[in-house]
């Protein structure tokens, strides 16, 4: 039995992932050993682990299902061990490493994901996909100004938000005027209301200009994160639904603390997210220091 561990360490726009080639499935990850390997002190670090599996050996049967249409399956975990359906920014790092790896050839690589496999393809320095169909709540339920949930971040009082679903979910919240994005605390989970039956990835969006807008992002199983991708897509599909723009094909920047993202709203609530991807650094992890 090997007792070592490889690991890949690498981020897009700072959202930072530990990648764990686990090609034909036979290691697994249970949610203690992520959380550890997620550990900033104990571990190596990261706000999320990606295992790098074949998709045949999966083990969830749905995801093994779509092994036809693509060979490795980004097992997404939050860095406190919990699953997530996707995982924007990680697409991009996990097709990176496939090309770096020889696991993938050419200029585009379809990635299964617990959500169903998306196609992630080369875009001059980094890679862009389509993460959609995005998904507002029970249209119904947005009031007329399109809220549909209130949220409390720190002491501040409740913030009026909207339910987007990227396939996971998130709540964003609209900043109100003369608040500052660098005044809020998020350091605590933001009380969401009503009470999001799985939790939810929670971004607080600013405008900057037209199609321009910055953003903090409180992520599901992590906290504070420098970067979400689905985040800055659904940031950017709130915006254009309280704009009543959902249908223009609008592109957007948007700044996030650790960099910049693009997205382009597409036909049929296609969304695509566009940024770089790096690896950082290749390691190996004791077995010895991980639970099982
Ligand atoms: N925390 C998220 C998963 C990671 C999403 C984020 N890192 C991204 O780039 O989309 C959730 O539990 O739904």
Redo the contacts with the bound molecule.
């Keep these: 039995m090997a007792d070592r561990l490889a690991f890949t360490k690498g981020h897009?726009t700072e959202?930072d992932f530990v990648l764990v080639p686990d090609l034909d499935g036979t290691v697994g990850l249970s949610p203690a050993r992520a959380a550890a390997l997620a550990d900033r002190r104990a571990g190596v670090g990261g706000?999320?682990v990606i295992r790098v599996v074949r998709t045949a050996a999966a083990d969830e049967a749905d995801v093994r299902e779509t092994a036809d249409r693509a060979e490795w399956f980004m097992d997404?975990r939050?860095a406190d061990g919990?699953l997530?359906?996707?995982?924007?920014?990680?697409t991009r790092v996990f097709a990176e490493y496939l090309r770096r790896e020889g696991l993938a050839a050419g200029d585009a690589v379809v990635v299964a994901t617990r959500r169903g496999p998306v196609e992630v393809r080369s875009d001059g320095d980094g890679w862009a996909v389509d993460l959609g169909p995005w998904a507002l709540a029970d249209p119904g339920t947005a009031d007329r100004d399109g809220f549909d949930a209130l949220v409390h971040v720190g002491a501040d009082d409740p913030f009026s938000a909207l339910s987007v679903d990227?396939g996971?979910?998130h709540t964003v919240v609209a900043l109100p005027e003369g608040l500052d994005l660098d005044d809020l605390d998020l350091t605590r989970v933001p009380v969401v209301n009503p009470v999001p039956a799985h939790?939810t990835?929670v971004e607080v969006v600013r405008p900057i200009g037209p199609g321009h807008i910055a953003l903090r992002v409180h992520?599901?199983?992590?906290g504070e994160?420098r970067?979400?991708?689905?985040?800055a897509c659904a940031a950017a599909v709130a915006t254009s639904f309280w704009a009543g723009a959902l249908d223009t094909g609008s592109t957007w920047v948007v700044d996030v603390p650790g960099g910049r993202l693009r997205v382009r709203l597409l036909p049929d609530r296609g969304v695509e997210l566009a940024g770089p991807a790096v690896l950082v650094a290749d390691g190996m992890v004791d077995l010895a220091t991980l639970p099982d």
């Design positions: 897009g959202n706000d999320g997404y939050n919990s997530a359906e996707m995982c924007g920014n990680g990227m996971n979910p939790g990835n992520e599901r199983g992590v994160t970067s979400c991708g689905t985040g």
